[in-house]
């Protein structure tokens, strides 16, 4: 029903479900001019912290199970992640080809997912942009709860990423 909408919000949307950043800024770039005549572009910029969250979830996800400590019991995700693997999967998602990004910086975009916790609706959004805002809330799935975009912690001694157990390491996903 409403075409110019659905162009605008449409790839971000996309992106941000499948973790791409790169996707993600280049369609927050092209609609700029439309998000900040809306007063939405800061806010909508708060969408690459969720896209940044998929694409470490899907790092997550390729780790793979650990090895069954007993005979016959239900298979556990791996849970110790080198930060090595999350800054290849950041480097390969934003696409970066100014060479390698260094552990500090990768650690520093760790912890601030793990620091950070959003909202469906932030009180500051204005009603008349909330309504704007509903493709996206639908695409990325939040809820009206607080929670952190990732739930663990870093041990920098060993250089590894170590997230939470039992469905509750990447909140409001399932995982």
């Known amino acids: 029903p409403y075409p110019r909408l659905r162009a605008l919000f449409t790839p971000l949307g996309r992106y941000i479900k499948s973790g791409d950043l790169a996707g993600f800024d280049a369609a927050l770039a092209a609609g700029e001019n439309e998000f900040v005549k809306r007063r939405i572009y800061l806010t909508l910029e708060r969408g690459r912290d969720i896209t940044l969250r998929n694409l470490l979830r899907k790092v997550f996800l390729a780790g793979g199970f650990e090895a069954a400590k007993e005979e016959g019991a239900a298979p556990v995700r791996r849970t110790r992640i080198p930060v090595a693997e999350f800054g290849a999967a950041i480097r390969l998602g934003s696409k970066t080809e100014e060479g390698r990004l260094e552990n ?41 709860q607080e929670q952190n975009l990732m739930k663990g912690y870093i041990a920098r001694e060993r250089a590894i990423v170590v997230l939470s157990k039992g469905g509750t390491a990447f909140p409001g996903t399932g995982v």
């Open 104 to 144: 500090d910086e990768v650690e520093c975009l760790l912890a601030n997912m793990i620091y950070k916790a959003h909202f469906a609706y932030p009180r500051t959004i204005p009603p008349s942009s909330r309504t704007v805002l509903t493709y996206l809330r639908e695409e990325t799935e939040a809820d009206d």
